[in-house]
Structure formats: structure tokens, C-alpha cells
């Protein structure tokens, strides 16, 4: 177990707090936004992304389409996870993301991964969490497997506006399984 300034926690982010995802996407190579499934040439700019995103924090909760996890380690900000395609009530999509290398392949983010799963299940009130990665990038779908997601398929699509066509792994995690 991780000591206190190591200790592990996953909550809801803050509106103050998405330069951080925006900051992560913009100052990322070329190279590894393509491991990770993202067109560098789709990301938006950082005030209009800045905005959209402080749009839906200014939403209430069931009408979100959009909703972010903020990972920490001792305190400090380490990843995140948003949350999209939202069928409140029912289902979300979820992504995952920690920021430096040095954090990641630790037993970090499967850990984060089950702390967010609940805080999805209980803030979105949903019964199913899906997650759907670029399935050339070993690191998420072994990361949800051992998080306790079940495998559904691989299909190709562009999963969403950031991303290039790609065969993608659909992942689900039921309510009941956490
Ligand atoms: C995906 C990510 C959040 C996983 O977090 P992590 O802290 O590295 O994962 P963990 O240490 O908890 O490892 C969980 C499992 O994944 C495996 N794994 C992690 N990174 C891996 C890699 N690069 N290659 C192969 N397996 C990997 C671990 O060996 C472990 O496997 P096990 O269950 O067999 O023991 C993190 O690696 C990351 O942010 N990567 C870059 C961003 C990214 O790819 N995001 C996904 C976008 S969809």
C-alpha cells in the first residue's frame, strides 16, 4: 500500500482545474497523440475548448454531456478521466489518462480506474460504464481488464472528435461488478 504521500485519490474535477487536460493534449508529440488513437490536427484550441468544457460544469448533472475525474497522488494531479456519450441514468464512456511516464505502469491507474468507475456510477446514476480504447495501445485495455472490465467487442470507428478512424476494444463494466 502507497504511504500518505503517495496516498491514491480520484475526485470530481473542478472548473479551475480542466487547463490541465487542455495542457496535457496541446504539449503532447505528434507520435504519442497517434498511440494514443488522436489526430494532433482535431484538437481544438484552448479557448474554445476551455469554454465548451466550462459549459458543462455550468449544466446540471443530468443534462451533462461531459463530466471529469481528477487523479491524485499525495495531493498533486497526476492524471484524469472524462466521461462522455452520457445516458443519464443508464450509461457513460470513459477515458484515462496519466499525465508523466514516471506515474504510469504502478498499479496507478487501474486503482484510479475503480475509484472513477464509482464516482460515475453514483454521479451519473448509470448501471454501465464502458470504455473503448484504440485497440493498438496495449496499456488502457490491460489497464480496464484488470480494473475488473469485461471484454465486448472490437469493432472499428472513430470514437470521438478528437480521433482518426481505428479499430477500437469496447469494455463494460456493470454497476454490480464494484
Ligand atoms: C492507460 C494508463 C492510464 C494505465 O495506467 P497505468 O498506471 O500505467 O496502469 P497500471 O500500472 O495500473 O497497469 C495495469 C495493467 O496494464 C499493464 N500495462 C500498463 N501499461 C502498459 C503498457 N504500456 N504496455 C503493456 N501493458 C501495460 C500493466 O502491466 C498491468 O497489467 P497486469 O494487469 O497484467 O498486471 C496509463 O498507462 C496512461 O496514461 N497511458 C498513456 C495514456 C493512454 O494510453 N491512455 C489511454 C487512452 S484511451
Known sequence: MPGDSEQRLARPMEASEVDLVIDYFHQASPEYLNS?????SRLPERAPWKAAIERQFALPIEQ???FLVLWELGGVPVGFSTSDKITFGREAYMHLHILRPEHR??????FFVRQT?????EELRISRLFCEPYALN???NRTLQRAGFKYVKTHETVPGPLNFHQPVTRWVLEKGAI
Open 36 to 40: 494514443l488513437g488522436v489526430d494532433p
Open 64 to 66: 451533462r454531456k461531459a
Open 105 to 110: 505502469q504502478a498499479g496507478n491507474g487501474a
Open 117 to 121: 468507475a464509482r464516482i460515475y456510477f
Open 138 to 140: 496495449a496499456a488502457p
